[in-house]
């Protein structure tokens, strides 16, 4: 009998929690947002995403510099840099099962404490890789050690962007949710140029310092960035849709992940569209340039990380600009036009570094950076949020986001490298596969509502004609 009570008490539980999410949506007065909270909360996203890609573009950099020649000395220049960039790849390929196992728990502890976990990983990972033996000193043991640190590091990001724009968007005010959100990818950017800068340091050393211990100390110094995001964190204060979904809800007990696969499953894999082009755009921009300027282009090494950091300081700017015209012309509106730009320009980029003229492939690579890594997601941070209700909001976001990682930007470098080996260097390949992917996340945009400002204590998704207008907002 005590088993029959304590079934019959379960089924209730799970009914009343799938009722709370079946329930139409009712505005829900929504308090004041806590100046305060909003700034640390903005200041802990945007640290902690600088922490994640600098991580990232260290590694990426390291990848197209040098990776081949200290963990794959045994095989041919460009089967070493191939294999770089599927340890690469590896991080993505953890990212969602990250997203999996944080989304979890952020759905029924909170985001503040999944983002303060997902730091130690992550800051943790990166250091490792600089303490790890060469091929030379360790043999096989050597990458096949670089890619156990390379997983781990993608595991930790896994929910590391998904929970800032969440927590960020859920704390942020009406009308500030696109510009507040987008400092994720402000911090995303600094982090672009804080790797940047490390490597222009590091190249002015001799090369037997630079390819002993130099390299390691780009990787060492991540432990400083996640120290002082740690301090940061601690003083975060839970965000309020969450603190007002847990009086309604009992969290602890839910199970997020059958939440959000019986009622946000198709917004799940609208996100994943939408974000497949922008990731393989973005990383293509970030790390694939590099290996083609350098390989095929013939532009001397010392030359790209100069060009990153002025890219990444630019691209710093749009995300900010493009979030803030988001709240001004709304997310669906803005990631149409911007989605619809990288339809074309692949077509247009690969000539124009091809000139081999500085300028162009500075304007070209500030672009990639501005438009393809950082505009678009720049207004994706508060579109993918908007986009979920309350219950399973923090998992949609993170499974949307971080599957895709797997099919964008995980592979897109690989890829890429792969194609152009194929077909004897010939860029038309590589330009057709960024163009199909963007037109695969153009229309997958051109299928959702817009969100703008839409309650966020709603538990069920957007619907059309939700969100507010622009005109009608005070």
Known sequence: M???SSSIAETERIARAD???DAPATATATAPADAKNVRRAALAGLIGTMLENYDFVIYGTASALIFSKLFFPTISPAAGIIAAFGAYA????ARPLG????SHYGEKFGRKWVLVTTLFLMGGATFAIGCLPTYETAGVWAPLLLVLCRFFQGFGAGAEQSGGATLLTETAPLGQRGRLSSLIMVGAAFGTAL????WIGVQQLPNEALMSWGWRAIFWSSILVTIAAFVIRLKLAESPVFTELKKKVDVRNQAPLRVVAKHGKKNVIKVILMNWGVSTQSYTYQVFMISYLINVVGVDTHFVPPVQLAAAIAASFAAFLTGSLSDRFGRRRMTLVLTGILVVTPFLVFPGLNTGSPVLITAIIVFGYMVAAQGVTGVHMSFFPE???SRY????VTLGREFSSIIGGGIAPLLC?????WYGNSWVPVAIYMAVTMLVSFLATYSLPETLDRDLNTPTDAEWGEARSSAGRA
Request: net charge positive.
């Open 195 to 198: 790797g940047a800068i490390a």
């Open 387 to 389: 986009i979920f209700g």
């Open 2 to 4: 005590s088993q029959i």
């Open 393 to 396: 909001r923090y998992a949609g």
């Open 99 to 102: 997203g999996l196992f944080f």
């Open 19 to 21: 009722a709370a999410v």
């Open 417 to 421: 490298a792969s194609l152009l080996a």
């Open 90 to 93: 590896i991080g993505f390929l």
